[in-house]
């Protein structure tokens, strides 16, 4: 790559100032909109049952098509386009049903060898985390739109308000990079969950030798990745992570370091508080030593302050990580309040959605407490440092987008909660998810992957700074529908491929 053009391409991702919450909200919101009117779709008229080539073009122009919009063409304008989405949503959901109605499930008659009814799902074992439709569209959506800006950002079709600040404020990508490691966090709390209903623990010593395991892929892929960069003489931003550093390595440093921080549970019996607690120390640090100055202004003399961004930041991340982690703890179980089993799916249901109301306004009180400058500590938002206003922003919005996809399941979708065996709850699941998101959800990092090496090789290829609105938007829907048959073949062929 030419000096001049790389330095042109450097340029045109430095020193951005980012954009307003308020905006960004409006933008992300176009998800849950999305969501709304495939749920009234499917709900009301079956449409994606059986899920053939139009299933397929109505589910990509909804679910990928809506996202690429929000965050380029209508960048300016989203509230435009949810109205487009939720609208039409609203007249399909008056129109005369059509396809098989959603019926209540009926128990079966057969007895345990006590007498009980067997109709009861079990809150343990496998049967105790069942499928979550509404996490798997969360999930995939979030995949989708970074997918997205991780190129779009490259065009002048994706407003620079959306790219990653420099040093302080908010961005959509920002907010990007911090909802994947929450994500993964979530997710994570599965076989911790598993392992507490089993009663089967394992030792700190084989747990962190087991993420340790885990860890490799991802490191060889950061090495691959800074390689690769440093080979092809890409353009990069070193404020972004340092000189060496890259995002695959902050991931493969996650899973270690929350088994230790997995082992104090048994003193701090909360993964929340222990999140908070985290993030706080850091906050501390940052404002009452020397740590801010180093990280944002220390001459690059050695190879601890070349990636000093990637290094110190790595402790955000972990604490956003263990607040995924202890969403998980109360999002993915059957009975989130155990103590009180059985109870009914509807009972089950409505507690988790006033579990996840609670625990979003307690997010956003913190987030505003830190962020406030008339009610709170005033302290701004960094990415580059990942500081505790950032690690409560991405913890506060996430769970607020769960709440939101988990609303829309139960009012579309209740046979989902109320399906009282394991083959009828399968089913409602499979109606109530889109084939795109759970592709995305289900190979989620090699789909990141590949959407990475897509990247580069546009960006060596194409002159990305000089395209105009139409060129850009082509080759980005041609992005976009590759990198998503992709995944659909990938989960069509029951293929998950686990790094």
């Known amino acids: 790559m030419a000096n001049s053009y790389k330095t042109l391409k450097e340029d045109f991702v430095s020193n951005l100032p980012g954009g307003d919450i308020s905006e960004i909200n409006w933008v992300t919101a176009v998800g849950p909109a999305a969501a709304i009117f495939w749920s009234t779709l499917q709900s009301r008229q079956s449409f994606f049952t059986p899920y053939g080539p139009t299933a397929f073009v109505a589910d990509f122009l909804l679910n990928s098509g809506g996202l690429l919009l929000a965050t380029t063409l209508y960048s300016s304008s989203p509230s435009v386009l949810n109205i487009l989405l939720v609208t039409p949503a609203a007249l399909v959901y008056f129109l005369p049903l059509s396809g098989p109605r959603y019926q209540k499930a009926k128990p079966p008659v057969s007895k345990a060898p006590d007498g009980s009814s067997k109709s009861q799902l079990s809150g343990r074992g496998?049967?105790?985390?069942?499928?979550?439709?509404f996490v798997t569209t969360y999930r995939g959506g979030m995949m989708v739109i970074t997918c997205i800006s991780i190129l779009a950002v490259d065009f002048k079709v994706f407003p620079r308000r959306f790219a990653k600040v420099e040093s302080w404020g908010t961005s959509l990508m920002d907010l990007g990079v911090g909802s994947f490691v929450f994500s993964a966090g979530l997710v994570a709390a599965r076989p911790l969950l598993k392992a507490r209903s089993d009663g089967t623990l394992e030792p700190l010593v084989r747990k962190f030798y087991k993420s340790a395991r885990h860890s490799i892929p991802l490191l060889v892929l950061g090495l691959v990745r800074l390689y690769s960069v440093k080979g092809f003489d890409y353009a990069e931003h070193v404020t972004e992570y340092g000189v060496h550093w890259n995002?695959?390595?902050?991931?493969?440093?996650?899973?270690?370091?929350?088994?230790?921080?997995?082992?104090?549970?048994?003193?701090?019996?909360?993964?929340?508080?222990?999140?908070?607690?985290?993030?706080?120390?850091?906050?501390?640090?940052?404002?009452?030593?020397?740590?801010?100055?180093?990280?944002?202004?220390?001459?690059?003399?050695?190879?601890?302050?070349?990636?000093?961004?990637?290094?110190?930041?790595?402790?955000?991340?972990?604490?956003?990580?263990?607040?995924?982690?202890?969403?998980?703890?109360?999002?993915?179980?059957?009975?989130?309040?155990?103590?009180?089993?059985?109870?009914?799916?509807?009972?089950?249901?409505?507690?988790?959605?006033?579990?996840?109301?609670?625990?979003?306004?307690?997010?956003?009180?913190?987030?505003?407490?830190?962020?406030?400058?008339?009610?709170?500590?005033?302290?701004?938002?960094?990415?580059?440092?990942?500081?505790?206003?950032?690690?409560?922003?991405?913890?506060?919005?996430?769970?607020?987008?769960?709440?939101?996809?988990?609303?829309?399941?139960?009012?579309?979708?209740?046979?989902?909660?109320?399906?009282?065996?394991?083959?009828?709850?399968?089913?409602?699941?499979?109606?109530?998810?889109?084939?795109?998101?759970?592709?995305?959800?289900?190979?989620?990092?090699?789909?990141?992957?590949?959407?990475?090496?897509?990247?580069?090789?546009?960006?060596l290829t194409l002159p990305t700074l000089s395209m105009g609105t139409f060129a850009a938007m082509s080759v980005l829907v041609a992005y976009a529908t590759l990198l998503t048959s992709m995944a659909v073949y990938l989960d069509a062929r029951n293929i998950s491929i686990k790094l």
């Open 126 to 133: 496998e049967e105790g985390l069942p499928t979550r439709p």
């Open 247 to 459: 995002f695959f390595f902050t991931l493969a440093l996650l899973p270690p370091f929350v088994a230790i921080c997995n082992s104090a549970f048994q003193f701090i019996p909360s993964y929340a508080l222990l999140s908070i607690l985290l993030g706080v120390l850091y906050q501390f640090a940052l404002d009452f030593t020397d740590l801010k100055a180093y990280i944002l202004t220390a001459p690059r003399t050695d190879l601890l302050s070349q990636n000093r961004e990637g290094v110190f930041s790595f402790v955000g991340y972990l604490a956003i990580f263990l607040a995924g982690q202890a969403t998980g703890m109360y999002v993915l179980p059957r009975n989130p309040y155990p103590a009180k089993e059985p109870t009914s799916g509807g009972q089950q249901r409505r507690y988790l959605l006033y579990t996840l109301l609670v625990w979003s306004g307690l997010w956003i009180l913190l987030f505003a407490l830190t962020n406030s400058y008339n009610y709170g500590l005033g302290i701004s938002v960094s990415r580059r440092l990942a500081n505790l206003p950032y690690f409560l922003w991405v913890t506060a919005f996430n769970c607020c987008q769960i709440t939101l996809f988990c609303s829309i399941e139960t009012f579309f979708f209740p046979g989902v909660y109320r399906a009282t065996e394991r083959k009828v709850e399968i089913d409602k699941c499979n109606e109530a998810t889109s084939r795109i998101l759970h592709a995305f959800n289900r190979n989620g990092l090699p789909i990141f992957l590949m959407a990475n090496l897509m990247t580069g090789l546009v960006n």
